[in-house]
């Protein structure tokens, strides 16, 4: 830093000369008296030592000399003022660097120092050199510390101590030696200072480790140029990159004081792999457990294999998190979706495995699983054997055949974590995938626990927002994210992405928003908390087909669904993900609370239900199940016939052996037949009959039977043949009819008149 040469300032006076009317007697200011008339300064010509200078007699006790002109004074640069001086005859004075400091409004500053230390003389004909140094700053070594409101000075010497001496005086000089003071000024060191070449090729590695031991609380700078390092780099000091650095994937860069990920790309040169190393550092120490994006998008040219980036460990831990940023797809081929097409056996004794996989090799762990037949949905490949050429899958097949073809999809994820085979307590917030169709969202790791995903956007998956491909999903937390699907204008049966899926127990799903996908979830395992989503999947065709919005996949499913808005889909219960479908002394379908949730659709046909179960194999009975509060309500389309179905594709319930099952205080708006359990009907006779029976069909939920007649009560007198009154009390019997829905009231004596019923389709426990 140089002001003389960067920005062309003059800064020293003119050098000596004849003309002495540029030399102030007094302070240097317009209009003090100069020594051109004085008598005791003159110009020397020709001094063995200096050349041309000025010649001075000391008569006043501190005789002053200050440059007319104006040195600038500059915030943040520094000056040295130099004077070179010789003693001739008489008394030795003392010399000091002086200078007069003028405002901008051309007053004189006050209150500052005004002078530099003073030398004494100590010989004739011996040259001294008198320094001192002016600046904005109060820094060690300023002599002369003033404000920035100061403009300009008026720069020269006092001589003091002793009067009658001469001396002569060489041209003063001043310099900018801003320079001196840059290593406390800017509080940072080069790595080209400690050896750094930056070439690409040197070694650079120590050079940056001495940089950062150097910087002593300060900062270091990576200066312009390619530095590469080929091992382990720590920064315990700020850093700021102004050049780039190249290191094995397998080396790490660790930012201590500046963890985020600006850092990274700036250290990189690219953001894709700047992301990747600030992964790498964030599983390994680095003071921080979180990633800051800072707001980034980064784009991806190909899937974000996140162990791969951490490189040195397989299972991980401890608490960690990458927020606030966008990860963007780039267009091109490394997201295209592999599939592999194979025949392969299967043994219901072992209802997770597929064996003689002969291409067994060029199938991907996480890659979906499709067949004819037996295959549930979501089904993917966990874990492979190549040597024993099997493959073991996510979940049970349910029925599939000794032989058949199977067909593998392996998805392609902007952020894969299947490489890990444990990660625990990590944490995705505030990040938003923007997919546009090009790839799916998250792929979670092998194994795991409490994998957490917050306030996040999954925008246009191609085909999966998150993936659970084995038990990854323990615990899982997704809360306040929104699945915005790509499918928005597609037709709902011809959709086919799905918003994440779940394999194990324990999830909670809170507060989210999805739209227009083939399924929002389709969950298996059981302990799940779902409560306060709102999921929607309509399309514009009239009276049109809709799909499940939620799936539950296992029959003891142990889950609260509470307070969701179930909008143009339904919630779908099955046991497709059971190896051995019919039901065999286990517990069947059952441990289901659905309370306070808003269903809701419009368009659709009469066919249309809010609830479904579908048995994927005989024998199975609701074992526990209760629909409390609900919402049922239909608009611009027909009245629906039932707000609850069973599909019995695969096989009916066993109707007989419902136990638990209570519903009830729910409202129903455009619904024909509003199913309760227990239900309370009116029953009217106008002829005395000793018999008389109702039909509970059009209420008891799920086509469950009467099985329990609980109570029958009298509205007003029941009366005889006669009119008389009928004093006996009646009996009731269920099970009637050839569904077994209807119940009979039995009289003593033939009775006309109304009771009221209770009947329940669940036998007491």
Not at 217 to 223: H, I, K, M, N
Not at 333 to 344: G, K, L, N, R
Not at 723 to 741: E, I, K, L, R, S
């Amino acid at each position: 830093m140089n002001k003389a040469i960067t920005d062309g300032l003059v800064l020293s006076p003119p050098a000596f000369g004849p003309d002495l009317t540029v030399w102030s007697r007094q302070d240097g200011l317009p209009g003090s008296d100069s020594y051109a008339s004085s008598g005791n300064v003159v110009f020397v010509p020709a001094d063995q030592d200096f050349g041309g200078c000025l010649e001075m007699q000391k008569t006043e006790t501190t005789q002053t000399l200050r440059w007319m002109g104006a040195t600038p004074i500059v915030p943040g640069c520094y000056l040295r003022v130099t004077l070179r001086v010789k003693a001739i005859a008489g008394n030795l004075p003392t010399v000091r660097v002086a200078a007069t400091p003028v405002l901008s409004n051309g007053a004189v500053a006050t209150g500052v120092a005004t002078t530099g230390p003073a030398v004494t003389l100590g010989a004739y004909g011996r040259v001294e050199e008198i320094t001192a140094i002016i600046g904005t700053g109060a820094r060690g070594g300023v002599d002369m510390a003033w404000s920035s409101a100061v403009a300009h000075a008026h720069v020269g010497l006092d001589l003091t101590g002793s009067s009658g001496g001469i001396v002569r005086i060489e041209d003063i000089v001043v310099e900018d030696v801003t320079g001196a003071f840059l290593r406390s000024m800017m509080d940072w060191v080069d790595v080209r200072d400690f050896g750094a070449v930056g070439d690409g090729v040197a070694d650079d590695t120590a050079a940056f480790a001495a940089a950062d031991a150097a910087a002593e609380g300060g900062a270091v700078l990576v200066s312009e140029g390619v530095y590469r390092l080929t091992d382990h780099v720590t920064f315990d000091a700020p850093v700021r990159f102004v050049g780039r650095i190249e290191m094995p994937v397998d080396k790490r860069l660790s930012l201590i004081q500046n963890f985020e990920l600006n850092s990274y790309i700036d250290a990189f040169g690219d953001e894709e792999t700047g992301f990747k190393k600030a992964i790498q550092a964030l599983f390994n120490f680095t003071d921080h457990d979180v990633l800051d994006m800072m707001g980034r998008r980064v784009e991806l040219t190909a899937p974000l294999d996140v162990q791969a980036a951490v490189n040195d460990k397989t299972t991980y831990a401890n608490q960690r998190a990458i927020k606030n940023g966008q990860v963007q797809i780039a267009d091109g081929p490394a997201f295209d979706t592999d599939v592999v097409t194979q025949a392969c056996d299967f043994d219901t004794g072992d209802t997770r495995l597929l064996s003689n996989v002969t291409n067994v090799a060029n199938i991907a762990v996480g890659s979906l699983v499709t067949a004819p037949t037996g295959v549930g949905r979501e089904v993917y490949v966990a874990a492979r054997d190549i040597p024993n050429q099997t493959l073991t899958l996510s979940a049970p097949l349910y029925g599939a055949p000794p032989q058949q073809t199977y067909t593998f999809e392996r998805f392609k994820y902007a952020l894969d974590f299947s490489g890990f085979a444990n990660l625990q307590r990590f944490v995705l917030e505030d990040i938003e995938i923007l997919m546009a169709g090009k790839a799916s969202g998250i792929l979670l790791p092998a194994n795991g626990l409490i994998f957490h995903v917050k306030d996040c956007f999954f925008t246009g998956p191609k085909d999966r927002g998150l993936t659970s491909h084995a038990t990854g999903c323990q615990g899982m937390l997704i809360d306040r994210c929104q699945f915005l699907s790509v499918e928005n204008q597609v037709d709902v049966p011809d959709r086919k992405t799905i918003g994440f899926n779940v394999n194990k127990n324990d999830t909670k799903i809170r507060n989210n928003r999805a739209n227009k996908f083939r399924h929002f979830a389709v969950i298996s395992g059981s302990g799940h908390i779902i409560t306060g989503n709102h999921f929607f999947q309509g399309d514009n065709t009239t009276l049109g087909q809709r799909t499940a919005g939620m799936v539950l996949a296992e029959a003891q499913s142990k889950t609260v669904f509470v307070g969701n808005y179930v909008d143009n889909c339904y919630l779908e219960w099955t046991n497709e993900h059971d190896g051995a479908p019919a039901f065999n002394s286990e517990l069947s379908f059952g441990g289901l609370q659905i309370i306070g949730n808003i269903m809701f659709s419009s368009n659709v046909p009469r066919s249309y239900a809010s609830i479904h179960i579908k048995p994927y194999g005989p024998g199975h009975f609701i074992n526990g199940l209760t629909i409390t509060g609900n919402n049922f309500k239909t608009i611009k389309g027909q009245a629906l016939d039932r707000a609850e179905y069973v599909d019995d594709s695969f096989a009916p319930l066993d109707t007989s052996r419902f136990t638990d099952v209570n519903v009830h205080s729910n409202t129903f708006h455009a619904v024909q037949m509003q199913f309760q359990n227990p239900i309370t009907v009116p029953l009217v006779e106008n002829t005395a009959q000793t018999t008389w029976e109702v039909d509970l069909a059009d209420y008891l939920p799920f086509g469950g039977e009467a099985r329990v007649v609980s109570a029958i009560c009298p509205e007003g007198r029941i009366r005889d043949v006669g009119n008389g009154t009928v004093w006996t009390m009646p009996y009731g019997f269920a099970g009637f009819g050839t569904t077994g829905q209807s119940v009979r009231v039995n009289w003593s004596e033939p009775a006309r008149g109304k009771v009221f019923v209770t009947a329940r389709c669940d036998a007491p426990t």
